[in-house]
């Protein structure tokens, strides 16, 4: 599993911005091939991990990256279930989820969040149950939460999942406690720890929001981004790299007119 894996929000049309954003990103992003063009640039650089939802558009993006480049992609999906006690609903979303290529199977923060037995420091049996289903579909089973007590309860009972995915970024966005107590719970964290919005849906900029994720996270644990471009996907790679190789960028900054007294030259 890399450390650094692809996120999909930006391909898939959740903004976290507004309706007008949702729907410019759906529109840009209207065949699985441009979507397959930017997650072809992180599986080539060794980045073939995606993380998403759970459709036939994402299968299909998926698919066309590893005919393009011979790379295997590991897909953690996120599929979401509210019918409360209809098991087998949930069993066609993961049998559907391995069909369509996924490696990982983790109930969405949807899901899973109304599931914390926070009172008892547990897992509700209803949400067990859904991670035995994957188990049982031979899916990788796991967590995607945006309360961390998510982790904090399914560690003190022992759940049978394999990492968790939680918010986590500088500015503090979806996420439900101060940063810091975040931190806590993912170094306390019996498993790795996917982390998520590591730019706060674009309001951190990429060398702000990614050397507050890296350098505050565990060896074992991951930083997922999203990007809507070749070009983004290629600086944020470069940006990580540098900072776990604790050296300079080579990225060329952006420029404007008024920056015109700044340069060197």
Known sequence: MPRLICGSNWML????????????????????????????????????????????????????????????????????WNPIGDYDAWKRTVEQAK???????????????????????????????????VREFELIPGLSTHMPEAITCADACGADVESYVQPYNAAGFLCQVETDWIQQVIHHAKKP?????????????????????????????????????TYEAEEVIEISLALLEQRAANVELQFTRSKKTLTMD
């Open 99 to 133: 069909a369509w290529g996924a490696t990982f199977c983790y109930p969405h923060m949807c899901t899973t969040d109304p599931r914390v037995d926070r009172a008892n420091d547990r897992l509700t049996p209803d949400l067990c149950e859904l991670l035995r289903v």
């Open 13 to 80: 049309g959740f903004s976290h911005t507004s309706k007008a954003k949702d729907r410019f990103i759906k529109e840009l992003f209207d065949t699985p091939g441009k979507a397959a063009d930017v997650i072809e640039v992180f599986a080539r650089a060794g980045c073939n991990a995606y993380m998403s939802g759970d459709s036939e558009f994402v299968s299909l993006a998926l698919r066309e990256v590893e005919q393009r480049t011979g790379v295997p992609m590991l897909w953690v999906a996120t599929p979401h």
């Open 193 to 229: 720890v996917m982390t998520i919005k590591p730019l706060a849906a674009g309001r951190l900029l990429p060398p702000t929001g990614l050397a507050f994720a890296w350098n505050t996270i565990r060896d074992c644990d991951m930083v997922t981004i999203g990007t809507m471009s």
